[in-house]
Structures are given as structure tokens and as C-alpha cells.
């Protein structure tokens, strides 16, 4: 891989980091507010029936905001990868990443062959 690719998806990878980051805190902020309306006990959800319940939208919130701090540390490896020369080396088999899955997914890890194989193990 040449530097001036690496640049590039350095570029890519700390876009995305911002993107996460910024998803990270608007759903820190949702929430507080969700603690809020629990803790003050004047929120009677569970009889509403045109909304989602108090619960139920703690449980989506919760899912993303653990799907992106995922996200986030994987960004954060890929950015590790780059600063030790590792980049766009497959971290099972040590083969290159092909530049088309690292268009798609530039924090892979694997290489697709590896990743189809671990996904098949599932």
C-alpha cells in the first residue's frame, strides 16, 4: 500500500471517528434525558400506547450507543494499525486486505477470505 493511499484512509478512518464521536454524545445526551423522565416518576409510559416505553427506548439507546463505542475502538485499532505500519494486513493470516474491502470497511481487520471463515464459524 502506498503512503499517499494510507493518507487516504487515515483521512477516512478519522472522518468516521469524528462521525461516531458525535453519534456518541447526542445519545449520551438522549440518555440523560431518559434517566431523567425514569427517575422522576411522573412519566407513565407503560399505558401510552401510541409510544414506545420509557424501557424500551433505554434498551434502543443503550444497543447503540454499545454498537458505537464498537465502532469507535475498532476505528481507534485501525488508526494503531496505521501508526505501526500494519495497515491493510489481515490480522488472522497477514495477507493484504484488498483495497475494495477497505473502501467498504476501512477498520477491517481481516481480510474477506479470513472474515467469510469466521463468519462461517458462527
Excluded: K, N
Excluded at 427517575?39 to 399505558?47: I, K, M, R, V, Y
Excluded at 481507534?76 to 474491502?101: M, Q
Amino acid at each position: 500500500m502506498t503512503p499517499e493511499e494510507v493518507a487516504r484512509f487515515r483521512g477516512m478512518l478519522q472522518l468516521q471517528r469524528t462521525g461516531t464521536l458525535a453519534a456518541i454524545a447526542e445519545l449520551g445526551s438522549s440518555l440523560v434525558e431518559l434517566r431523567a423522565a425514569r427517575s422522576d416518576g411522573t412519566a407513565d409510559d407503560e399505558h401510552d400506547p401510541d409510544g414506545s416505553t420509557l424501557s424500551g427506548e433505554w434498551s434502543r439507546v443503550s444497543g447503540l450507543d454499545a454498537d458505537f463505542a464498537g465502532t469507535l475502538a475498532s476505528i481507534d485499532r485501525a488508526l494503531g494499525r496505521i501508526d505501526a505500519g500494519g495497515y491493510g494486513r489481515c490480522l488472522r493470516c497477514d495477507g493484504p486486505i484488498g483495497a475494495a474491502r477497505l473502501e467498504a470497511r476501512p477498520a477491517a481487520e481481516l481480510c474477506i477470505e479470513c472474515a467469510r471463515a469466521a463468519e462461517e464459524r458462527r
